[in-house]
């Protein structure tokens, strides 16, 4: 066991003994997050908020507030840790404010496909990554959900790198995210998500980088022409609860909310996974996009010696992406 998995632990056992001695009072914890309510994270994490109540036997309820409603993704994440908010999803990008090493795993072309992102997704390196957090930030992840690859959407097809040069790309608001735009000469412009569609409407961007489900749940085809299949990055979507939200509740409803995250995380995996094999052909039929297969091995090579940049950045140490390069 590592040196972080055994503070976890020990923290786990302590917080438990605690608990114990609390009464449980019947909460609504508020449950924030950036995403439509077509998305499948929204999707599962409703099913999730089901499974909760129905667990504690409906003393206690989540209730969903989609679409930036409790503010942006990072001004959740702030809230969150000092319990404003109960429980967030969050990319491991944004979390990574409190623990910068969470989010190598968004290096550009770290996997070697999406087989290799998903077994990051459950290996023990991940969740010391996970114990790390919680101890820096005060607050528990207690889930992932693989929320799949980035690819660049634009108005101009991208075949090469040198096709990026000079387009101006939104990209989330959290500088990992400007590694790969940077890398190929694009001009990567932070813009929050619920503000993208109006930005590429009116040409404040002219391209978006999103996973292909992001681009057809919030109707990005609709001013974008073409969908180029990049897959630079991975990204996950951790399940996040507050220290004093778990604080408040028994020993048998905080298992409760354990098993609701992990559903979650189940669920919206298998969802994304099942898009990103099926919009392609869907988006064609429809002909809602124009696809585009770009040369990935030059993409590479303009991007090379960019996860050791990020890991020097990041404070993550060579044995650690040794051993997500091995899984």
């Not at 009464?23 to 998305?39: D, F, N, V």
């Not at 969908?227 to 509740?249: F, Q």
């Not at 039929?285 to 040369?295: G, H, R, S, T």
């Not at 091995?297 to 990041?314: D, I, M, Q």
């Amino acid at each position: 066991m590592s040196r972080w998995s055994k503070i976890g632990l020990a923290t786990a056992v302590a917080l438990s003994g605690t608990m114990a001695a609390l009464p449980s009072q019947a909460r609504e914890l508020k449950l924030g997050h950036t995403y439509e309510t077509s998305h499948p994270m929204h999707i599962a994490a409703g099913h999730a908020a089901e499974q909760f109540a129905a667990c504690t036997n409906g003393e206690h309820s989540i209730t969903i507030y989609p679409v930036s409603q409790l503010g942006t993704e990072n001004a959740m994440n702030e809230q969150v840790r000092f319990g404003g908010i109960d429980i967030i999803l969050t990319g491991q990008v944004f979390a990574s404010q409190a623990y910068p090493p969470l989010a190598i795993g968004a290096a550009p072309f770290l996997f070697n496909d999406q087989d290799h992102a998903l077994r990051y997704m459950t290996s023990d390196v991940f969740k010391e990554l996970w114990d790390g957090w919680n101890q820096a930030s005060g607050a528990k992840i207690m889930s992932a959900g693989f929320f799949g690859a980035f690819n660049i959407t634009s108005n101009t097809p991208i075949e090469t790198p040198d096709d990026m040069k000079g387009l101006k790309v939104r990209v989330p608001d959290t500088p990992i995210y400007l590694a790969f735009p940077k890398a190929v000469g694009a001009n990567p412009t932070p813009i929050p998500l619920h503000e993208v569609y109006l930005a590429l409407q009116q040409g404040v961007v002219n391209a978006s980088a999103n996973p292909l489900h992001m681009t057809y749940a919030t109707k990005f085809y609709e001013v974008q022409e073409y969908a180029n299949l990049t897959g630079h990055m991975m990204e996950y979507i951790l399940w996040v609860a507050a220290s004093s939200t778990l604080d408040s509740l028994s020993p048998e409803h905080q298992a409760c909310l354990q098993q609701s995250a992990e559903a979650f995380g189940i669920e919206s995996t298998e969802a994304i996974v099942s898009q990103e094999q099926g919009l392609r052909a869907e988006m064609t039929e429809k002909n809602l996009i124009n696809f585009v297969n770009p040369d990935i091995e030059a993409f590479r090579a303009a991007t090379e010696g960019a996860v050791e940049e990020l890991s020097n950045t990041l404070g993550v140490e060579a044995d650690t992406i040794a051993r997500i390069r091995a899984l």
